[in-house]
């Protein structure tokens, strides 16, 4: 596509192609994606396109930052891109940009920050249904190796999302009364634990070292899916269906 682009002209198409070569050589070699990306003096920037393409290409380089290991330059790029999805109400850029941003707080040790940026990212993608990119940012996070494992536990996967069958650790529960059965993930079983042993989402928050809105938003899904309004009845519904036998 980018030898076709540059062919026939079409430079805007050309520079997305480009980046997203360039988003594609992160994991294999950061070297390669800088050198793919297109030049900042590319006449393109001083177009109408400019703002958009440039938020871009600085999410391409907060990737390829987070890759080499320089977590502030790719927080201070990661927030360009981030300042313009929101001005520009660009949902998939900004939940992109937000999941960037938590890899380089991960990076410098600001976990808490991390999580608040993941589950602000899953609360957008989940208001505009733009699973797609929740998707395709689980590749570019898994690329980055093990300063990512804890988000990626943080994020909905696949079967959460309706596009897998169950991942092994989650649990399966058929209410002897339905045929109908409810799937939970290994957050929403440890919530509804600390939820059985009294835990205010503070002391969730503490124990499991995630923030108080990602506790949340795990019980909110536990409660969508047993059907439930509030504790009470989530600890009657999961003794009703066995679940925590």
Excluded at 19 to 45: C, G, K, R, W
Excluded at 60 to 81: D, M, P, W, Y
Excluded at 121 to 149: K, M, N, Q, V
């Amino acid at each position: 596509m980018r030898v076709i682009a540059g062919e026939s002209g079409f430079v805007r198409l050309e520079v997305l192609a480009r980046l997203t070569l360039a988003d594609m050589f992160v994991a294999e070699s950061a070297e390669q994606a800088l050198s793919t990306l297109p030049n900042h003096n590319h006449p393109i920037f001083l177009s109408t396109h400019g703002p958009y393409l440039r938020a871009r290409q600085s999410l391409t380089e907060a990737r390829i930052a987070a890759r080499q290991g320089k977590f502030h330059l790719s927080n201070r790029f990661a927030n360009v891109a981030l300042d313009h999805a929101r001005r520009s109400e660009l949902g998939r850029l900004e939940v992109a940009a937000l999941l960037c941003t938590a890899v380089a707080c991960a990076g410098t040790g600001r976990s808490a920050v991390s999580e608040q940026r993941v589950a602000d990212a899953i609360a957008i993608a989940s208001r505009l249904g733009c699973y797609r990119t929740f998707l395709d940012e689980r590749w570019h996070l898994e690329a980055l190796g093990p300063i990512s494992t804890p988000l990626l536990n943080l994020i909905p996967s696949e079967e959460e999302l309706g596009r897998r069958e169950p991942a092994p650790g989650d649990y399966r529960v058929r209410s002897p009364r339905s045929t109908t059965s409810v799937v939970l993930t290994r957050k929403e079983l440890a919530m509804l634990q600390r939820i059985r042993e009294g835990l205010s989402n503070r002391d969730i928050a503490s124990k499991h070292r995630i923030s108080e809105d990602t506790v949340k938003w795990h019980i909110r899904n536990l409660f969508a899916k047993l059907a439930v309004k509030n504790r009470v009845q989530a600890l009657l519904e999961s003794e009703r269906l066995g679940i925590l036998q």
